[in-house]
């Protein structure tokens, strides 16, 4: 029995979405906070004679190691998530995020400990990669599995907006302190404020989620003794392919848009057309508040039209979006704002993909299949985009363009997949009842 599929959104349900959106913000920003102070970092925990390409060079790989470690820290997660319930991991993990963020604004730096610091920066970084593995997925499928059925479409809506709200306020805490700190100052001691603030919100979130309930949909399997009694991760790639391969391709349509039109694309205005730094931060943010809006309005398609047509629908206007705006940027920089607001928007798409991915499992394996796939997927597709990317731009400055659009034709091939595979199933119901 999945849970009712009749009944309104409740008090409990919105007092679910929040705490759980909440969380995923402040994960999110504790996670992603580390790039906008890269530059300083690399200052503070290498040594001073190496050359700066390889300071950045190691600054990177540290961040990148965050994204290595998450399809571990997700797996065991996700399987102790299907046989002992999802509520316990979903505190666990925000408290896994929030003590290593805590502690990286603690640490000493090179100068203190000499080669201690970058290594003890690296395996912070690992914890916090482990932490964010077992969240995200954690998350969906925990609201996904509170509200009623109807209304799936917009509680995973809602929680991707409040992931993409924890890489806003990561954008706008660097910006606030970059501007109201000198650049030595913030190299003393601005730098830690960002991870303090992380750790103490991250803390708070999960003594906030002492007040969550555990899932409908886990207490009645564990009524039922219908828990999986095997390995559920093995249980997902011997009978669940063709949820893994849906979900994987998903999660590099996700990753792509985040990495390329969100994460990359400032310093690619500043870089290629001469856009200020101030400026492109704060189109940037236009366009990440707007992605805000355009993942709840996506939830609320899938309720409305199907998951299969919403899907479609989102990969045409992210296509639209996203090559109007590279193109303007590139001939009409003056409608910066505006093309990249409308792309912002279009990337709403994304909002659909945790729907997809929840429906792709049943829940005895749901926890471990949507975190193998979303996790290995994000950890390979995640750490290639940019490097792909920047080879592209070598054979064409519209790259970024080119590598977005063959994404949302994918995403228009996977939907179009998903709507015949929908009505085949239909027409066989039809049949059988007759």
């Known amino acids: ?58 600054t990177f790989a540290i961040f990148a190691a965050g994204y290595l470690v998450r399809p571990l820290g997700g797996i065991v997660m996700a399987h102790f998530g299907d046989k002992i319930g999802r509520k316990k991991m979903f505190s666990l993990s925000i408290l896994l995020m929030a003590l290593p963020t805590l502690a990286i604004g603690m640490l000493p730096t090179y100068d203190s400990i000499g080669i201690a610091a970058p290594v003890l920066l690296l395996l912070m970084r690992m914890l916090q990669g482990a932490a964010i593995g077992g969240e995200v997925p954690g998350a969906w499928v925990f609201v996904a599995e509170h509200v009623p059925a109807k209304r799936t479409g917009f509680a995973c809506g809602t929680l991707t ?80 392919k063709r949820g893994v391969v849906v979900s994987m391709l998903l999660t590099w349509l996700l990753s792509a848009c985040i990495v390329v039109v969100l994460l990359m694309t400032p310093t690619l205005l500043q870089k290629q057309h001469g856009i200020a730094a101030a400026t492109a931060l704060q189109a940037n943010s236009l366009a990440t508040v707007m992605l805000i809006i355009g993942c709840i309005l996506a939830g609320l398609l899938v309720d409305r039209i199907g998951a299969a047509k919403a899907l479609i629908i989102g990969s045409l206007l992210m296509a639209a979006g996203s090559w109007s705006f590279f193109h303007i940027v590139a001939s009409a920089p003056e409608y910066l704002f505006s093309a990249y607001a409308i792309a912002g928007l279009c990337l709403g798409v994304v909002g659909v993909v945790p729907y997809v991915m929840v429906h792709a499992f049943p829940a005895e394996v749901r926890f471990s299949g ?37 994404l949302a034709v994918m995403g228009l091939i996977t939907g179009l997949w998903l709507l015949a595979e929908r009505r085949q199933q239909a027409f066989l119901h039809q049949v059988s009842a007759r």
């Open 161 to 240: 907006s409040g992931l993409t709200f924890g890489i806003l306020l990561g954008s706008l805490v660097a910006t606030l302190i970059n501007t109201s700190m000198t650049p030595q100052a913030v190299a003393e001691t601005g730098w830690r404020i960002p991870f303090f603030l992380g750790g103490i919100f991250g803390l708070v979130a999960m003594y906030l989620r002492r007040w969550l309930e555990e899932t409908p949909v886990f207490r009645d399997m564990q009524a039922r003794k219908a828990l999986s009694d095997t390995l559920p991760l093995k249980t997902v790639l011997a009978q669940h």
């Open 1 to 58: 029995m999945e849970h009712n599929t009749t009944r309104r959104l409740n008090r409990q349900d919105y007092k679910t979405l929040s705490l759980a959106a909440l969380g995923g913000a402040l994960e999110f920003y504790d996670f992603i906070i580390f790039v906008f102070f890269a530059a300083v970092i690399g200052q503070l925990f290498f040594p001073p004679d190496i050359p700066e390409w390889l300071r950045q060079l190691q």
């Open 370 to 406: 949507f975190s193998f796939s979303y996790n290995v997927s994000y950890a390979i597709f995640g750490g290639l985009t940019p490097i792909t990317v920047t080879l592209m731009m070598t054979l064409t400055p519209l790259a970024p363009a080119w590598y977005v659009l063959a």
